[in-house]
């Protein structure tokens, strides 16, 4: 069995994230949380605790002094980071699948751990992971939780939230080829997938392609409007502004597709019944001028 030793006290999203990595590798791991030499260094493992970094002893401390690890776009790593890096292409099979991981996931709680802004806003601050799991941690009024229990429910969380990440980082590939051979036979104005697939990236980067259309788990077909770029709400075409907020029969009379579902409200999705319906209701929104 092997162990892993972490500090003890207030856990943060940096050090449940990077067990929870080393969880996945050894499903039996022994959790030891302490800040006592004496304990930590009988680990075989030592996460942000220890101050050392050293995968070859099992060190991923990242707060002793000389430590100045970056990656390319300045993002510092944290004792996460340290632990994906070197065992993340133990669980994906792809280059992209560790760098969806890390990119997705791993970075920004990294960044919040060195004190790092990763983004900015005027409105409202966005819940992140690591709000999520730091809200594991007993509240002032509760004093008396016992962190150690609380930390093994937060590693087992981001575990299994991880796994699902995973699994959807190792389908990445497959779907990439799909979708490249998919718009190499389109016409090049709207695409046509058989069902739901992580599309954007592909689309926005490899194609004009305004209309990306799927079919759903219920056997209806939508269609999504491609935005300008990734995470954003700017899109390369929208459906047609007197269709804004219809539904049913009031889309089907407007739209002369009898099978209509609705138009969102924003432009950027509408449905149909069939296949044949969702695809009518792009080609009038193509043919639509702005």
């Known amino acids: 069995m092997k162990t ?3 500090h003890n006290g207030t856990f943060h999203a940096d050090d449940v994230l990077a067990v929870a ?8 791991i022994k959790i030891i949380r302490t800040r006592d030499p004496e304990k930590f260094n009988k680990a075989d493992f030592r996460v942000d605790v220890g101050r050392r970094y050293n995968p070859k002893t099992g060190d991923f401390d990242h707060h002793q002094n000389e430590f100045n690890k970056k990656r390319k776009n300045g993002i510092p790593y944290a004792s996460a980071g340290l632990v994906w890096k070197h065992f993340g292409m133990k669980f994906v099979n792809s ?10 996931i791993i970075q920004i709680l990294d960044a919040e751990d060195n004190g790092v802004q990763t983004y900015s806003t005027e409105i409202v601050h966005p819940y992140t992971l690591g709000n999520v799991i730091v809200s594991f941690n007993p509240n002032w009024q509760r004093r008396d ?6 930390f093994e429910k937060a590693t087992l969380f981001t575990k299994n939230l991880l796994k699902r990440e995973i699994d959807f980082a190792n389908g990445m590939t497959k779907a ?3 979708i490249k051979d998919t718009i190499s036979k389109s016409n090049g104005k709207y695409l046509v997938l058989d069902h ?3 599309w954007k990236k592909i689309v926005i980067n490899n194609s004009n392609i305004k209309f990306v259309l799927h079919q759903q788990s219920d056997g209806d077909w939508f269609a999504s409007a491609v935005p300008v770029k990734e995470n954003s709400f700017e899109n390369r075409k929208l459906f047609p502004k007197k269709w804004a907020g219809l539904a049913g029969k009031e889309l089907a009379q407007i739209t002369g597709v009898e099978d209509s579902i609705f138009c969102h409200k924003n432009l950027f999705a509408a449905g149909a019944k069939s296949k044949e319906g969702a695809i009518k209701l792009v080609e009038m929104a193509l043919k639509e001028k702005k």
Do not use: H, Q, T
Not at 95 to 104: A, L
């Open 196 to 198: 739901v697939m992580p």
């Open 4 to 6: 892993v030793a972490v």
């Open 21 to 28: 990595i080393l969880r996945l590798l050894y499903p039996k």
């Open 145 to 150: 939780s016992n962190k150690d229990k609380l």
């Open 95 to 104: 280059k992209e699948g560790f760098n969806y991981i890390d990119g997705k």
């Open 176 to 178: 990439d080829k799909i």
